[in-house]
Every structure is written in structure tokens, then in C-alpha cells.
């Protein structure tokens, strides 16, 4: 384990504390008026999805993660776990939900996935910054109803519920954005 000082924090980074892994959520270094420098962090811990607040004197050590990066192909939904296959040696492996978390809402059959592990454990999925995926069901567009900026509720092939525009129609493909869960145009 590598050993680094508050100062050298970033967003997403790795932390192991108490046997615990947490990400770094958010951070700010505070310096005071009056008293030492100190940061204020926010942290979630990879494995139960628990956010907390963490405040650290300035300087501080801490040990860090080594988290690596491996790709994966996502095969299907068992209905307890999602399965996923090694793409150099193709073994599969079953990855519970809380694992995943909201990166579920954006994985289709053959999709491919970069996992982040620590040792033989998932703790996460990193996703591009916005997913291609298709409208399972929406209302249909009325004619003559064109307010600018209407929406209404669509329901993807993952069953994530975005809102779209009125002309948006069943069976396209869009474009959401991951960090959000918002559309950001057709695809």
C-alpha cells in the first residue's frame, strides 16, 4: 500500500481506512483565519455505497488503494447477480448489485465495462461519460402540443426513467449521460 498525504487528494481516488475502501467524493482544503490547515473531505465507501464526512489535519497520511482496471463484457442479469466475463481469459464472475450501484442503470447485454478491483474484489465500474441506449416505452408526441422545453417520462431498455422531449419517440436510440441520468440528445 502506498502512503500519501492530504495534499496530494483527487477526486475518485482510493483510500483504505480501517480495512474499509473509500472514494474520495469530494475534498477542500481549508485554511483558517485562525488555527492549523485542515481538509474536508466527503468519502463513500465502495463497499456499501455509505457517504460520510471526514475532516483531516493538513498533512495527514493516509493509506491509498491500489484499484486496477480490467475490462469486462456484461452477459446478462441471473436475477441475483449481474454475470460478467474477463475479456483476456474469459472467466465469468457474478458482481451483486451494491457493487455496481447506479452504473446498472446503463449496462446492456454485450456491453463492454472497465471494472475497478481491488485484489479479487469489484468495487466499482468506471463509465463513459454518457451511454447509448434505446427507448423501451414512452407516450407518444401529440400533435400541436410543441411547448418549447416540454417534457415526459421515457423508460429505457434498462428500465432507467429519463425525461425526453415531446418529439422523442419509442424505439429510438438516445444518448444519457452518466454522471446524471439526463438526456443529452439522439443518438
Not at 475518485?12 to 482544503?29: A, E, K, P, R, S
Not at 493509506?63 to 456484461?74: F, G, L, P, V
Amino acid at each position: 500500500m502506498a502512503v500519501i498525504s492530504t495534499s496530494d487528494f483527487k477526486t475518485g481516488m482510493t483510500l483504505q481506512i480501517d480495512n474499509n475502501l473509500f472514494q474520495v467524493v469530494d475534498f477542500q482544503h481549508v485554511k483558517p483565519g485562525k488555527g492549523p490547515a485542515f481538509v474536508r473531505s466527503t468519502l463513500r465507501n465502495s463497499r456499501t455505497g455509505a457517504v460520510i464526512d471526514k475532516t483531516w489535519r493538513a498533512g495527514e497520511k493516509t493509506e491509498r488503494a491500489m484499484i486496477d482496471k480490467r475490462e469486462m463484457q456484461y452477459l446478462y442479469n441471473d436475477g441475483t447477480a449481474y454475470v460478467f466475463m474477463d475479456t483476456e481469459s474469459y472467466d465469468q464472475i457474478n458482481v451483486m448489485p451494491v457493487s455496481l450501484g447506479d452504473a446498472a442503470n446503463y449496462l446492456v447485454e454485450t456491453a463492454n465495462a472497465v471494472m475497478l478491483m481491488h485484489g479479487d474484489e469489484i468495487i466499482g465500474v468506471d463509465l463513459p461519460s454518457s451511454v447509448e441506449l434505446t427507448i423501451a416505452e414512452t407516450e407518444p408526441g401529440i400533435q400541436g402540443d410543441r411547448v418549447s422545453g416540454a417534457t415526459k417520462p421515457a423508460t429505457l431498455e434498462t428500465g432507467l426513467v429519463v425525461q425526453v422531449p415531446l418529439f422523442i419517440e419509442q424505439g429510438e436510440k438516445i444518448k444519457v449521460a452518466t454522471s446524471n441520468g439526463e438526456y443529452t440528445g439522439r443518438a
